[in-house]
Every structure is written in C-alpha cells, then in structure tokens.
C-alpha cells in the first residue's frame, strides 16, 4: 500500500505527514533539541516546518533549511512516537527534494565521493596515520585518533582472505570501505569468533565496497543508490550476509525501501547485524556459554593467575537501536564474558551521525557532552570499557578527551567477545 | 516561518503568534526578558515543552515568549531532607532518574512526565496516575523562586516547606504563568515504596471497571494508581509497548498498590476479590519490573497514539465525583457518538479525573465545531453532576469560556483581584485563565464564546 505524496515541492509521504499529533513526546528523545531546547531542533518543530512548505505552501528560507540540516537523523523520535510517524522517510525525502540547492559541502563530497575506492582509502588513511604519527594533525572526532598502519585484509579481494571456509563460507561479513583502514581489528575479531564457533566466513572485500549510507545521510540518494546497486550485484546468492557497522548494517537493511526492487528486497532480508546473527545462533551461543563462568573450567584464571571480566558500559548506536532494533543482541553476546552496564540515556544519540559531527561540530559537541557524563556516571570512577557498535559513534567518543583521562578505551562489542575467546584458547583452533 | 513554532502548544489552539522568543538561562536572564517587556509594554508568555493541553503556553498577540527549557540544572539534592533545587526546564522523569540509587523520586507523574518540564507542573498544577496517593504537584513544592510581572525576584516558601504569614507559595503554584515565572523550585521528594504490585483487570463493560473503582476506596483501600482504559485506547497503545493488555475487554483498569510487602500481599488478593466481584473476566499481576514499565508506558502512552486512528485529538480534562463515573462516562459516549465522532476514554479513575479524548481528522469540513460541541457538552455534564473544569491541565485559553459555569461573578473578581496583586499591568500571560480583560486576537479552534458567558 503506498501513501500518496504531498502536494509541495518537497512531495513528502502525505499520510506519514499528516500522523503527527504534535505531543511533544518526542522532544526529549532527540539530541538536538535536548541540547538547545528550541523547537526548531526537534522532531516536532521539523515536522511543523515541513507541513507548512507542503501543506500552506509556504518558502523555505534559511532558518528553515537549517532546521533540517540540525537534524542528526538518529531516528530516537521515531523509537519514541506512539503514532508511529515514520520520521526517517519524512527527513530522507526533505533532504533529497532539497539535495540540489542545498549541496554539502565540497570537502565531504569529495570525501564521500573516495569512498568509492577502498583501496585508496586504505593508502590515504596510512598516510594520515603517518601524520597523526609525526604530531601534525589536530586531533578531532572525525577520524581515529591512530589510523592503523596496517590495514586490514580485505584488499586480497576474497581470495584467502578469511579464515573458516574461505571464499565458500557459510556467510559473508560485510567488509565496506572505511572501517577495514580505521578499525580492521573489528573485522578480524568477528572472524575469529566465528571461527571459534565453527563457522565459515568470507569477507566481502574491495568488489563490493562502500554501503553509501553517508551518502545517503547527506541527501546524496543517487549516489546512495548507485553504490546500493553496486553491492547488491556483487553479493548475489543466498549466504546470510552479516555486518559489524551498525551504521552500514542499516543501510543494507533499507537497500529494499531505497532501490525498490524485488532483487533489493530479497538481499535486505539476508542482512544481519553481526550481534543479532550471532545471539541467535545455537554454535556461538554454544561457544560464548563454554566460557560463561558457571561452566566448564574457570575462564577467568589464565595460566594460574585471576583474569577479571572487563565492566563494559555499553552504547547503543542509533543505527543499531532505532533504526535496527537489535541492541538486545549485543548484551546477550557480552553478557557472559563481561559485567555489563547501562547508561541512563534511554540511547539518546551521541551526536555523531556520520558526517553530522563535521558539519555540525557545535551541536555534535554538546550531544557528545551528554552521552560522556552519561558513561562516567555508569562508569562510577571504576575502570570499564566503553563498547560502541558503529564505527562513526566510537571514533566521535574516542575522542573526548575526558573519557582519555578516565582511562575508558572505546572498543567493538565483538572485540570484546573476541578477546575472551582468545583468552580461552578457543581463537587458536584455524580451519 | 519558525515563530510559528511557538504559536502552539499541545492543545487544539491554533492562531497563537509570537513576538519574540527568548531562552534565558538564568534568574537574571528571566528578570531581564520581563523588565524589557514590561518597559515597551509588551505581554510575556512563560513556556517550557509545550506540552500543554489547555493552550497555557500559546502567544497571543505577538509577546515576548520566555522559553525555560535551557534552565535545565538540577542545582542540588539534599537526600537527608528530602528535598531538591530544580531550574524550571528539568524534564520532569529527569529528575526521578537522576534520583535513581537515593530511595527517593518526585512523586507528580503526568502522563507527559518524559517531555514535560516540571516548571510547566508547577503552573499547572500538575496531576498524574501517583497523584491518587501522593497528591497534585502543589503538595510537592516547597519553595519556588519566581520572577514577579515587574521584575522582581522573591522567593516563596522554604525548604521546610513552611509558610510565614499567607502561603503565597500556594497561590503561585497552578498560576498557569499569570502571576509571574518560576526560575527555581525546590520540590519535595518522596521515598521508593519497599513493595510495588501492578495489576491489570479487564472488564466486558465500562461501567463495571467504574463501579469496582468506587468499591475499591469504598473498601479502605487507597492505591497509589487506579487508572481505566477502554477498549479503544488499548488497541491503539498495545502495538506500540507490548503490555500484554487484554484487547478483547471493554475497559482495562490498572491498580497499583504499593507499600511494605505484607500489606501489598493483601491488598492484591483483596482488589483481585472485589474484582471479580465486579465481573472482571482477567486478573493479572505484572510478573516483573518490566512489565509493569511497559504497562505505565502504555497508559502514559494514550494521547500520542491517536494517529492509528485520526490525526488530532482535543483532550478534556474534567473531575466528577467517582461514585457517578459510570453514570458520566455513558453520557460521555452519548455526547460523541451524536455528534458522529470518535471517543478514547483514558482517565485517572481513582480521581474521578476524566480525560475523554476526541480524535478527529481536522482536515474534514464542520468536523471542528461538532469536536468543541461534544467538548464543552461534556464540561456541562461534569460540572453538572457535581464536578469541576479542570483537573490537571489547567484553564489557559482553553477552558476560560467556562470560568462562569463553576464561579460566581464575585468569585471570579476575586480572582481577578489577587491576579492583579501579582500582575498590576496585565501583562503576564494575558487572555488565560479568567474570562476577564484581553482576548486573544488570532485564535482559532475554540468556538465561540457560550451565550451568557461572564465577560
């Protein structure tokens, strides 16, 4: 069943417009207004200017264009709504009936449009870890703090690039573009989880590539959908395909709404989150409760001497809690081999977003605020680790400079599952 | 385009217009947003979410709107007394979460509690399903810093909650911002309960879920919560969290009980009893903590869940004595259904607070005035069988038109008189509350006045 689209120039989904009841339950849910307090930067506010352009035909003028530019697309209104008010398609179609006039700027495009290619991404982020080596860039949220300078694995394309099976694994794990230069040991960690447990693994490698959700996110759709049509080609067949970007696991979820396909459909419904995946299947479950403390040998001596279970205070992505509704997942993988604990924040955004930080640093900044005094008040002055799955969100809180001082490491879920499998002797076993 | 943004609040009102908005941050900024209004004689309207339903918060007539929602700090918790200093912008389950680990939480829980701030409370007045057992938001501040219509900073109250000579503290509270703005509260703060049961009782008829609430206070028993559903509402709040309500019955009705373990032990078999009784087809206690969340997130839920159904609402708020709810709530049916609308009925039953809630789709011709006939019938049935305007929600633009129907004209120039010993030049959110003085010029969506109306 499709709506019909508004009769303004944005030609947004009328029904999905029309849902909103203006409540306001949504106000506090939403970083933006939570760090200015101003209707203009909610959820509400938005969907109130949105209405008056479609609706009573009025022209958006720059106060209005930056009511929608603020809005970091999180989607905790959409979490939220009691309505329902399918939020996320109402900002994605804004900001792409407006892409053209309201272009972003230069330097992200020409940042977004190299994504294109893995390979120079993994030679130009080992360049930049030189400089960062040398002292010579300013440190800021939007890369790592270190850029590795040894990349991951996947420029061999597939071929012996994974462990388990091979290029004939049981499942694909969605590689994409910048995680396998800034955090390939993110990607190396689910491999060796899943090889613990048995499982055949292919990494998807450079063919496949980008998953344009920054593009996307930046109202660049026709970029989006080209790299979307891209992936789905180069990923045929039936093999789950998991992910380990929360951000990029979205994407892919939504390639049925974005290219409208039922090719497109059919690959979204082979997407998982790497955590959900994994919860729900019986080897790794088999594999995490082997290393639970209530069973088998004591875990937690290693060679005799008391190894603690790490504290981890764990963030929810936006991508992964909103948008993906699959947090669950990761505290059921990380339950039995850490303490958990939960922030207060009902998983208000950190302000991340993608490229939202660098083209928004102000709001991007407060929003980080938040989350961080959230962390040190679960944290409570103990030594915990601080576990983000999404690229984006744990380079954003990496570098905070008070989480440094607090000693709180940001770290992948699955790092942290991988590290007790290791420790258990279990990541040795190779096919 | 964006000062339309504050032109509205949660209410029907459309038409509102904003001067200026203002978002002070501190005492002074608030003092300083007044004097300059006041000195070019310019109105000032106190706003915090925008949450409210009686159209408090909505501009008339482009004044100087003084947004408090950047007053947000929670300036100190003192657990041992009991008490905590709150800038007006706190979002009101803020402060009970930030309370977590102190055995302590504020007890006033609108069913906005996760947007509304609890500045808003205090000049509302604000109720809840809590408030059954705890008392409305007045018993729950002890001081409050205000900025007066001139400018002037005072403090009403103390931290004893002690009032020396009249307790203007009293009179301040549930001021709906006509009396000045609330820069600092301290608010009261209540201990956790040692024991916490939730159950949720279905009824195949409205009326026998009312008539078990009076048997249940007619019995001793005072809950801490007694809140009915119908069937409408559950069906529209169940896809969204879960509860695991039953859908198949006419009205949901949710009592909480809630202190030591023993006493919260009988009183569950005691309400189960008078239940069934009462022909409650389920009885069912929530297992855990987070069925019962998800039980109060449901009910809380209500008002924003509409659009399943139509895209507006117009929420009334009016209190009857709870031995007529039956009688009222059929009436209530009565009233909509001539008039061809639909009707959700979620309320606080313990209270005999009702919150009969009209959707509609606005965009359907006539369908505005059928909605404000069916709304002000419903005023007349409640004030007529004993009840009053408002519970919670407060007059604001709203309800004023019906000032006449509870008041006197000599009570209502005593109001008039003790609003103008705050606000000698009618300058602090003029056109609510009393029927009196100015009008607001642009509203729309709130009929005409009644004939005969105290002007």
New interface residues.
Partial sequence: MTSPTTPGPLGLDDHGL???????????HCPTYRV?????RSPR?RI??MR?VEWEG?VP?D??HE?MDTCVGCLGCET??????PYGRLISGTREAVAAERRPPLHLRVGLRLLSWPGLVRWGSRAIGVVQRLGLLRRTGVLPARIPLRAGRSRTDGKGASRGDGATGEVVLFTGCVMDAWQPEVHTAVVDVLDAAGIGVERSGDRVGCCGALHEHAGLVDDARAHARRVVAAMAGDRPVLVDSAGCGAALKHYGDLLGTDEARAFAARVHDVHEWCAADGRVQGLLAGLAPSSGPDPSTEGGVPVARPTVVVQDPCHLRHAQGCHGSVRTLLAPVADVREL?DEGLCCGAGGAYQLLQPEIAGAARDRKVAAVHRAARGDEVTLASANPGCSTHLAADRSLAEAGVGVRHPMELVADAVRRSGNGTRRA | MALGLYSRDGSVTRGGRAGVVCFPETTDEVAACVRIAVAHGRAFVPRGAGTGLAGGAVPCDDPVVVATTRMDRIHEVDVERRFAWVGPGVVNLDLTRHLTGTGLHFAPDPSSQQSCTIGGNVANNSGGPHCLQDGVTSAHVLAVEVVLPDGEVVVLGDEEGRAVGYDLRGAFVGGEGTLGIATRICVRLCEDPPEVATLLLGFARVEDAAATVSAVIADGIVPAALEIMDQRVVEAVEPFVHAGYPTDAAAVLIVELDGLPAGVAAEVERITAIGHDHGAGTVRVAADEDERARIWKGRKSAFGAIAVIKPDYYLNDTVIPRTRLAEVLAKVYEVVDERDLIVMNVFHAGDGNLHPLIVYDAREPGVMERVLEAGEEIVRISVEAGGVLSGEHGIGLEKKRFMHLQFTDADLVAQDRLRRAFDLHGLANPAKVLPTGASCGHVTSLGRPPEGMWV
């Fill in positions: 029309a849902a909103c009841v203006q409540c306001g339950l949504c106000l506090p200015t307090g101003d209707e203009r506010g109130a200017l008056a009025a003028d106060e209005w009511a939220a709504c009691p309505s329902a008010v207060d």
